[in-house]
């Protein structure tokens, strides 16, 4: 079982897919319900610690704007812990909206400059786009569990 990355990270969808193929999906879901159940978050409804800004430091600098930060500090361990990825671009809005444009953006780079094996597919505009686009995830993840 690998750890793979999504992108975008809150679509349920892609989660759901990487976990049915055996593998353990990094999205920002499980991220955030950790912090959101953790019991020493005691900052509602930021759920962050004094720690987290910090944190975000790591991906970002200090002159990029605050959100990027926070959002960077929750993601980033993420893509450090990935062992492969599947990046999906041009997604429709249902598929996983990410919200924040320049994240998004360093997401993608940081991900991209990794060395692990990475897929990346344009989303599916048609029924068969869409088969050829489930196929091609298939035969990634399928690929991971046989180790090559």
Not at 35 to 62: C, D, F, H, M, N
Not at 120 to 147: K, Q, W
């Amino acid at each position: 079982m690998a750890k793979i990355f999504i992108y975008p990270m809150t679509s349920l969808i892609l989660s759901d897919m990487v976990a049915r193929f055996g593998h353990q999906p990094m999205g920002s879901a499980l991220a955030i319900r950790e912090r959101i159940q953790t019991p020493s978050v005691e900052s509602p409804p930021l759920q962050i610690t004094p720690e987290e800004p910090k944190k975000g430091l790591k991906y970002a600098a200090v002159e990029v704007p605050s959100g990027v930060r926070g959002r960077m500090a929750i993601m980033g361990p993420l893509i450090e812990e990935a062992e492969a990825a599947i990046i999906i671009t041009d997604a429709d809005f249902a598929f996983g909206c990410m919200g924040c444009a320049r994240t998004n953006e360093l997401l993608k780079d940081l991900v991209r400059n990794r060395a692990i094996p990475k897929l990346e597919l344009r989303y599916p505009t048609s029924e068969e786009e869409g088969d050829r686009f489930v196929a091609a995830i298939r035969e990634f993840l399928e690929s991971l569990r046989e180790g090559g």
